[in-house]
């Protein structure tokens, strides 16, 4: 985990979060991983995933979406 304040990229929230919402995970791409940190504490910690593992959350999440 390293603070998110220490990284130099620019953040992105989900196109469905509504405008405004402080209340939302955002995500930013690194040269070989993405870092996700919580949008109500920007400078707190975030989380940094390898590309394998974030691609594999992603697809999960796309599954559970379209199985229901």
Do not use: H, Y
């Not at 405004?20 to 989380?47: F, I, M, Q």
């Amino acid at each position: 985990m390293v603070r998110a304040s220490e990284l130099s990229v620019t953040w992105r929230k989900s196109s469905r979060s509504q405008n405004g919402a402080d209340n939302c995970v955002e995500v930013a791409r690194l040269s070989t991983a993405t870092a996700v940190r919580d949008s109500k504490d920007p400078d707190g910690p975030a989380l940094v995933f390898g590309a394998g593992v974030f691609g594999g959350f992603l697809d999960r999440i796309k599954a559970e979406r379209f199985s229901s």
